[in-house]
């Protein structure tokens, strides 16, 4: 069966307490279990991982080459600060969707920029817990292909 890795970034940890006006409440274990349900019927397997460490979610970008399909990434902050990650996902050549629960272009100027996109598949941005199950749904036509 096929694996993906859903891989989330600081602070989405507190998601469902965390300014629920600007990313809901739905909480992290909410997510995977959407996450989950919808990978079955795509006929994926999913490995679901959170870190507030830059370091580690490299680290973990690193082992999903050779053991996963494709990364959905959340790298919350890191998006805009993150060359260290960017390249990181260059280096692995795996097909990454980059996911944002709000809307990163409609907020604060610094959101704007994503160091990630570049080396993305694509991004998707500004539908919460929905957006995860897109990111299944666009690796799963991208790996048809």
Do not use: W
């Amino acid at each position: 069966m096929t694996s993906i890795l859903i891989l989330n970034g600081p602070n989405l940890n507190l998601l469902g307490t965390r300014q629920p006006e600007v990313y809901g409440k739905t909480t992290l274990a909410d997510v995977e279990a959407l996450c989950r349900e919808k990978a079955k019927t795509l006929g994926f397997d999913v490995a679901f991982e959170q870190s507030n460490h830059e370091g580690a979610l490299i680290d973990l970008i690193h082992a999903a080459k050779g053991k996963h399909a494709g990364i959905v990434l959340n790298a919350g902050a890191y998006t805009h600060t993150s060359i260290a990650l960017m390249d990181a996902i260059a280096s692995v050549e795996l097909p990454v969707v980059e996911v944002h629960l709000s809307n990163i272009h409609a907020r604060e100027e610094f959101r704007h920029r994503s160091y990630i996109a570049p080396v993305a598949l694509g991004q998707i941005c500004g539908f919460g817990a929905q957006g995860y199950l897109m990111a299944l749904d666009a690796l799963k036509a991208h790996l048809k292909d």
